[in-house]
């Protein structure tokens, strides 16, 4: 319970003093309510990469970045600040030629939480990246023949080298860009987003882009030679540009 001062409201609440509803020293308020005091996460786990063909990643609440560089190991970064129930979870696993890298973090307020993925930069058979609260990036120079990206509310962005991809989002935009490509099969979908897919000196390409509220933009650039570009592109409330 607070106590009244000359007129003034003084409480504590989990570890913060308020005074009139204002928090001055420790914990976090949004919207009326005091969550607790943040806590910082700053860890890295990794495991070799020998005979590595398959790679995974999910989480819950967290936003998620993979990058390449020259490298033996597959290392996860798991790092930021959030308000928590629990500990998150935070694990990497080989399973076989399979990479397994997962982070639950359970009930979370004022969360800002990135797990950075780096791998080998050379071709993997299949990368999946799986979110439901967090953005989705997948840098330049990662490669992978298959590439799954799915968040349920985020931005989902991919500047890898694949064959074919899959990137989706219920609310959030998703922007796909590749170069110099033989053959590439393209889905890119959002139900409340923009949808952007751009390719240069792609030969050959299949690529279905769509959205059920937002604008759809396919870009096409090229040099000298023979490209072709076969696909659909659809919106329910929004524009539909090819170039």
Same mark, same amino acid.
């Given at each position: 319970?607070?106590?009244?001062?000359?007129?003034?409201?003084?409480?504590?609440? $989990?570890?913060?003093?308020?005074?009139?509803?204002?928090? =001055?020293?420790?914990?976090?308020?949004?919207?009326?309510? %005091?969550?607790?005091? +943040?806590?910082?996460?700053?860890? *890295?786990?990794?495991?070799?990469?020998?005979?590595?063909?398959?790679? #995974?990643?999910?989480?819950?609440? !967290?936003?998620? =970045?993979?990058?390449?560089?020259?490298?033996?190991? =597959?290392? !996860?970064?798991?790092?930021?600040?959030?308000?928590?129930?629990?500990?998150? #979870?935070?694990?990497?696993?080989?399973?076989?030629?399979?990479?397994?890298? #997962?982070?639950?973090?359970?009930?979370?307020?004022?969360?800002?939480?990135?797990?950075?993925?780096?791998? +080998?930069?050379?071709?993997?058979?299949?990368?999946?990246?799986?979110? /439901? $609260?967090?953005?989705?990036?997948?840098?330049?120079? @990662?490669?992978? *023949?298959?590439?799954?990206?799915?968040?349920? $509310?985020?931005?989902?962005?991919?500047?890898?080298?694949?064959?074919?991809?899959? !990137?989706?989002?219920?609310?959030?935009?998703?922007?796909? /860009?590749?170069?110099?490509?033989?053959?590439?099969?393209?889905?890119?979908?959002?139900?409340?987003?923009?949808?952007? @897919?751009?390719?240069?000196? =792609?030969?050959?390409?299949?690529? /279905?882009?769509?959205?059920? $509220?937002?604008?759809?933009?396919?870009?096409?650039?090229?040099?000298?030679? %023979? &490209?072709?570009? &076969?696909?659909?592109? #659809?919106?329910?409330?929004?524009?539909?540009?090819?170039?």
């Amino acid at each position: 319970m607070g106590k009244f001062i000359n007129g003034i409201n003084f409480g504590n609440f $989990n570890g913060a003093v308020v005074i009139n509803g204002r928090i =001055v020293s420790g914990g976090w308020m949004s919207g009326g309510g %005091v969550f607790g005091t +943040p806590q910082k996460f700053d860890e *890295k786990k990794n495991v070799p990469e020998n005979d590595v063909e398959r790679i #995974t990643v999910k989480s819950d609440s !967290a936003n998620i =970045v993979v990058t390449a560089s020259n490298t033996s190991i =597959v290392e !996860a970064h798991f790092s930021g600040e959030a308000v928590v129930d629990e500990k998150p #979870t935070f694990n990497i696993e080989k399973r076989g030629c399979e990479v397994i890298i #997962t982070l639950d973090v359970g009930a979370v307020a004022m969360s800002n939480l990135t797990l950075t993925v780096n791998i +080998p930069t050379r071709t993997f058979e299949f990368l999946s990246v799986t979110c /439901y $609260n967090g953005n989705v990036s997948v840098k330049n120079g @990662v490669f992978a *023949k298959k590439i799954r990206l799915d968040t349920h $509310n985020g931005e989902v962005d991919s500047e890898g080298n694949f064959c074919e991809i899959l !990137a989706t989002t219920h609310n959030g935009d998703v922007d796909v /860009y590749i170069k110099a490509k033989n053959n590439v099969e393209i889905e890119a979908s959002s139900h409340n987003g923009d949808v952007s @897919v751009e390719m240069q000196n =792609v030969a050959t390409s299949s690529i /279905y882009a769509s959205s059920h $509220n937002g604008n759809v933009r396919n870009r096409f650039h090229a040099g000298n030679g %023979v &490209y072709a570009a &076969y696909g659909r592109a #659809t919106s329910h409330n929004g524009n539909v540009t090819v170039k």
